[in-house]
């Protein structure tokens, strides 16, 4: 797919959502993300113990300000927000989740859930807002068949 298919998918914000990439993509959805002046925020989940640390990584690439209380609930309040990260679009990718998702799956899926959230609120405001999890490509059909 082209720079350019990239930045017209990215720039509709009514598909906006958490979806899940090749993780050969990564660099070519950050680029097309930043040539649309989205903010990019890289969420790296390596090494991601536990939900305390997941919380940490995602107030520190989104530079969340000091009331974020590090639960799913401020975690939602935070992503529905980000006036302090006034952009025309947000991209985050969320880096590494394969081996999170491995040992933390029910708190997987609630991240998920609060990812497409964000974007369907995000999207009622004619903001994109994309989550983009890069996996492998041979664990991508196994989360299809999910």
Known sequence: MSATDLRSILADPAHSGAYFIDARDTESMAQAGEALDYAVLRVDLADCADKTSLMQRFAAAAQFP????????????????????????????????????????????????????????????NTAFWALLPFPAEQLAALEDD
């Open 66 to 125: 000091d009331w974020f209380g590090g639960n799913w609930d401020a975690l939602t309040d935070a992503l529905a927000d980000l006036s302090w990260r006034p952009a025309p679009g947000y991209l985050l990718l969320v880096e590494h989740a394969d081996a999170w998702r491995a040992q933390h799956g029910e708190d997987f899926d609630t991240l998920l859930d609060i990812l497409n959230e964000s974007a369907f609120r995000w999207a009622g405001n």
